[in-house]
């Protein structure tokens, strides 16, 4: 068993901005970083809305920093998961987890920054072909498709941005928005109806996917007519949302519908004593990157402040 003041769970930018806290307060935190180190902006291009970049950053590039800006002050960052939570219900208890490799670990606190993953339509041919050509990461798996055409669905921010991305590589974007508009920020709108080879499409969602090992070509219909069109396409781009990673604390931890983690007040504070929940995993409301770091150091806070209470 090993004795932690703080463990975090989870590593974007919510994560990284609670180690950088935690160990600044000598709370000697060990991060463990999940399957996906960094996070989401992992697989995203430019991030020009993070206060400080004046010229821009890289996803992959400023989660690198955050990283060696926690290691800094002394977190341990582990590469693996944790696999298994026993949370205590009491004031002052331990609690449990046990990660991938069996390591058993007692935390004061622990701070949660899971974060979510992106969320698949759900039809039998669009799982059939994950991997032969369905992507829900433009940025990840774009270049495969370089000089081809492909199909996105989505309308909000991230099915905007992918668009354009894809656009650069692509000869040509057909995006599938099922709603009469966009939900993406005016400004990626313009991005997306100024670049000359994305086919916009409202009203339009994802009949079948059509091919047997790889994607041929896509079946749409739209959901207004019933009008039905097929595509020739070699890859389909999937970006409608997220879902929050909380499956560890189910029945655990409260959670709304959606299963996004119920913080108490205008703190992080979940319903046990010295668990608190950071970044995306418990806002579905504003997602961004700093404001993931924005509760990341907000979680660091009250768990630094739980502890002083203790004593
Ligand atoms: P959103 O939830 O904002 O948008 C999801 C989109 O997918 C909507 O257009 C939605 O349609 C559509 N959708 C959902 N389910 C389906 C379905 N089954 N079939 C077809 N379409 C579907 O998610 P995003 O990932 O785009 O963005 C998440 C958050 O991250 C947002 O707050 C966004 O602003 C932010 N973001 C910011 C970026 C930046 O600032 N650079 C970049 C990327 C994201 P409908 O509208 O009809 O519900």
Redesign the pocket.
Known sequence: MEPLKTLIIGSGPAGYTAAIYAARADLNPVLYTGLEPGGQLTT?TE???FPGYPKGVDGPTMMVELQQQAERFGTDVRIGFIKEVELAQEEGGLHKAIAEDGTELMAQTIIISTGATA?Y?GLPSEQKLRGGGVSACAVCDGFFYKGQEVAI???????A?EATYLANICSKVTML???GE????KAMQHRVTNTPNIDLKYHT?VDEVIGDQVVEGLRMVNNQTGEKEEISITGLFI????KPNTELFAGQLDMDDSGYLITHGKTTQTNLPGVFAAGDVQDKE???AVTAAGTGCMAALDAERYLQALN
């Open positions: 995203t991030v020009d809305n969320k339509l669905v989505g309308g909000g921010d991230t099915a941005e928005v099922r709603k966009m939900r993406a920020s969602e970006a409608i949302g997220h504003y997602r961004q």
